[in-house]
């Protein structure tokens, strides 16, 4: 078994760090799934392609752009017109979805290796998040499980909202550790906690 | 300037990339009608008011869209699917509540 490394590791110190004396407002973690893969639909095949999301994962998509959902081992957003992110705990999603995701329906993409998940959760996640992104992250706006694709200082993010203060990152593996230097020090000032 | 995406709704222009003038007509790649060559690289309308433009969401979903935005305003009037419809699934709710 190969032993999973994280680009964070240098710069993943777990524990309080900040203005915590009033207390943690932000708690960041890494959730390291072992699968992280990208499915794309032909034009038409979308419907074919959500059910085969069911198929694999159970999960059943939400209708509506940037619709998800989680159970909390596995997690699947559409993140553009006839695109998804699904992740999963476990190795060897990839394999199992090409074994349904014929070539007539769509593509499929490993990047379990390619994209690293951040965890940030907390009473001031929404608040945090809001300084690096220009999207309405309130729960109306953004509900539970639903995804959305943007950009960081053209570092590209999908963000997954996995509860009410939570919300999963998924960035480029290569720009992780700046990406999660510079969410340690937007946290700061309401005091974090890495776990 | 923000610009309503069909599929992630409103973003900041900064997450959209410009990819030119929308009414350009591509000649056929073997044609050698070079007059045609000549105004698909050159002319341009350039009105004072309502264009045709071609933009990338390219910080976001990547769809590539159909945009009318007035030059004189920056008044985005319509925003669609460069490649049209994405079926009723890619729809942003937003548009629904419009
Ligand atoms: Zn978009």
């Known amino acids: 078994m190969v032993e999973h490394q994280?680009?964070?590791?240098?710069?993943?110190?777990?524990?309080?760090?900040?203005?915590?004396?009033?207390?943690?407002?932000?708690?960041l973690t890494e959730t390291r799934p072992g699968s992280i893969v990208q499915l794309a639909a032909w034009p038409g095949e979308e419907k074919r392609l959500i059910a085969a999301i069911r198929t694999v994962t159970g999960l059943a998509l939400p209708d509506g752009a940037g619709g998800g959902v989680s159970d909390g081992v596995k997690s699947v957003f559409g993140f553009a017109p006839g695109k998804f992110t699904v992740?999963?705990?476990a190795e060897g999603l990839a394999a199992a979805f090409a074994k349904v995701v014929t070539s007539a329906i769509g593509t499929v993409t490993d990047l379990s290796?390619?994209?690293t998940a951040i965890r940030i959760a907390g009473p001031k996640a929404e608040w945090v998040l809001a300084k690096f992104f220009a999207i309405d992250f309130s729960l109306p706006a953004f509900p539970n499980g639903a995804g959305r694709s943007t950009a960081h200082h053209d570092v590209f993010a999908?963000?997954?909202?996995?509860?009410a203060d939570q919300f999963d990152i998924y960035v480029f593996r290569s720009f992780a550790r700046s990406f999660w230097k510079a969410l340690c020090h937007a946290s700061e000032e309401v005091g974090y906690e890495v776990q | 300037m923000?610009?309503?995406?069909?599929?992630?709704?409103?973003?900041?222009v900064i997450e959209f990339t410009y990819q030119g003038d929308g009414n350009r007509e591509r000649p056929d790649p073997a044609s050698q009608n070079f007059e045609a060559w000549n105004a698909y690289v050159y002319d341009r309308l350039n009105p004072a008011g309502d264009h045709n433009e071609i933009w990338q969401h390219s910080g976001g979903c990547?769809?590539?869209?159909?945009?009318?935005?007035n030059t004189l305003t920056h008044e985005i009037s319509s925003?669609?699917?460069?490649r049209g419809d994405h079926?009723?699934?890619a729809r942003h709710k937003a548009e629904d509540k419009a």
């Open chain 2, 79 to 82: 925003v669609a699917f460069a």
């Open chain 2, 62 to 69: 990547r769809a590539h869209l159909k945009v009318v935005r």
């Open chain 2, 2 to 12: 923000l610009i309503t995406c069909p599929y992630c709704g409103p973003r900041d």
């Open chain 1, 113 to 115: 290796h390619g994209r």
């Open chain 1, 87 to 89: 992740a999963d705990e």
């Open chain 1, 158 to 163: 999908q963000i997954q909202r996995t509860g």
């Open chain 1, 6 to 27: 994280s680009p964070l590791e240098p710069e993943f110190h777990v524990g309080s760090h900040g203005n915590f004396e009033h207390g943690v407002e932000i708690i």
């Open chain 2, 87 to 89: 079926g009723s699934a």
